[in-house]
């Protein structure tokens, strides 16, 4: 049974503000330092062998401290990024709502490309479930875990597992320096364990 630990970033004081990160490179701040320590020394426990990052500041920070607690380095791949959001990335969501009226109502309403420059669910998915696949092959048997953003998890997870984009609005966002866990059994597939797990 191979592990893969989807790991959201510690919070950065653009989280606090509501203000869109994207793929724009936003460092941890002191609270989200915190929050990587702790959750790190959870997640040492499982020995990963692999560890993958986001090239995202606010992810490799994450990531680093659980690499200097288990000796496994980091790899980047920007597959994990963000989701892009274009124009958008900058501002808080009231801006987009004011600047960006008619796609931040699609936006609100589960569109999965209201254009205005946003990368569509479907490639975000693509990219990270992809990312989660090689990982599991590079590891059979073993852990990877792969830090990463809130929306990549959960576009990643939705487009591994197969499930319907109307299914999107039933899992909750994550929250800071938490985890989804998923086992790949060679017979059975995918198995989602645990979503937004943490400390």
Known sequence: MTTIILWRHGNTDWNNDGRIQGQLD???NERGRVEAEASAGRLALLR??????????????????????????????????????????GLT????RDRFPDAYARWRSGEPAPEDGLEPTADLGKRVAETIREAA???????????????????????????????????????????????HDPVRGWELVRYNAGI
């Open 26 to 28: 936003v460092p941890l």
């Open 48 to 89: 990963p062998d692999l560890l993958i990052s986001s090239d995202s500041a606010r992810a490799v920070e994450t990531a680093m401290a659980l690499a200097n607690m288990v000796d496994v380095r980091v790899e980047r791949d920007t597959r994990l990024r963000e989701r892009g959001f274009g124009p958008w990335e």
């Open 93 to 96: 969501i009231d801006e987009v």
């Open 137 to 183: 092959d590079r590891v059979p048997g073993g852990r990877a875990i792969l830090v990463t953003h809130g929306g990549s998890v959960k576009w990643g997870l939705i487009t591994l597992l197969g499930w319907p984009e109307e299914m999107a609005p039933t899992l909750r966002g994550m929250s800071n320096c938490h985890w989804t866990e998923l086992r």
